[in-house]
């Protein structure tokens, strides 16, 4: 599920339905698994985060908000389920052309022109679904996935998105906040 919207004016439902479906249902499932992963002696669990799990991404807070929580999950988790020989492994995909675009309009905020967010969301939406129809297929992710889940010794964190993407990512580490937040800001012209 992928909301849209203006932080403040996104209905409450919405921002539940977010984090019941990416955060909530993810908890529910792994709780249900960890007893028989324990019980045979190990196994590996693969949790989906995304590039917006990683930092904010504007008007999209709860989604982001969803995805960071699947990281702080995921890696206390994986201090916690260690000695049982489970690995957690966390993917973090950039932009892929799937209906991502079309269902979020699903749950988007009702903006109007009265509301102060109008204009910039409407001009920052653009950009964001372009850069989702402009995303690799889906294979691609589907292909790289299988491929993790056969390593034998996996890497905790797989980002699979465009050099731009995994860019992002180093940047943000390196940068100072301030500076990241504006390179941000100006991709998706926000004055």
């Known amino acids: 599920m992928h909301t849209g919207g203006p932080a403040e004016t996104l209905p409450i439902e919405s921002i539940r339905l977010q984090m019941d479906t ?48 699947i990281e702080g999950f995921s890696e206390a988790l994986r201090m916690e389920v260690n000695r049982f020989k489970i690995k957690i492994i966390i993917i973090n995909p950039g932009d892929f052309h799937t209906s991502n675009s079309a269902n979020r309009r699903n749950y988007l905020a009702p903006t109007g022109p ?40 996996p890497r905790q964190r797989y980002i699979i998105g465009s050099f731009e993407q995994k860019l992002a990512v180093w940047i943000k580490a390196i940068l100072p906040r301030k500076l990241f937040r504006l390179i941000i800001q100006d991709h998706y012209k926000i004055r």
Do not use: C, H
């Open 114 to 153: 009265e509301d102060p967010y109008f204009e910039q969301y409407e001009r920052t939406l653009k950009i964001i679904e372009k850069d989702e129809n402009n995303g690799w297929k889906p294979e691609v992710l589907a292909n790289k996935i299988v491929m993790i889940v056969e390593y034998r010794y």
């Open 22 to 69: 990416n955060f909530i249902g993810m908890v529910q499932i792994t709780r249900e698994v960890l007893p028989y992963m324990r019980n045979q002696g190990g196994g590996t669990i693969v949790n989906f985060s995304s590039i917006g799990g990683l930092m904010g991404l504007p008007y999209q807070s709860y989604y982001s908000a969803s995805k960071f929580a």
